[in-house]
């Protein structure tokens, strides 16, 4: 199963992008978002709890929304006001059965 996140690019600090990632097969439920900054350890971003609840890491509340297709088992990250310390190579994957991560979509924020 390979997991194809897409949708980043290069923006200007405050700016927008929305982030999708979809996996080869339905063996995989997607439901979580993480990212890797440079010469950091990989950090989860936000995902969706079994009972539906979704959390965020402070760094990001009010600002990025993980949306999950069911019918599709795709997962968007909508972010807003984007900052350049977001700025890094972003993941999807199952938050509690993770598999083979994917190559993520790089995102760079310039100030």
Not at 19 to 45: D, F, G, H, I
Request: aromatic share 10%.
């Amino acid at each position: 199963v390979q997991l194809q996140a897409s949708g980043g690019g290069l923006v200007q600090a405050g700016g927008s992008l929305r982030l999708s990632c979809a996996a080869s097969k339905n063996t995989v439920m997607l439901n979580a978002w993480y990212r890797q900054a440079p010469e950091k350890q990989r950090e989860l971003v936000t995902h969706i709890t079994s009972s539906g609840t979704i959390n965020y890491a402070d760094s990001v509340k009010g600002r990025f929304t993980i949306y999950r297709n069911n019918a599709k088992n795709t997962v968007d990250l909508q972010m807003n006001s984007l900052k350049p310390e977001d700025t890094a190579v972003y993941y999807c994957n199952n938050r509690y059965f993770p598999i083979t991560w994917g190559q993520g979509t790089q995102v760079t924020v310039s100030s």
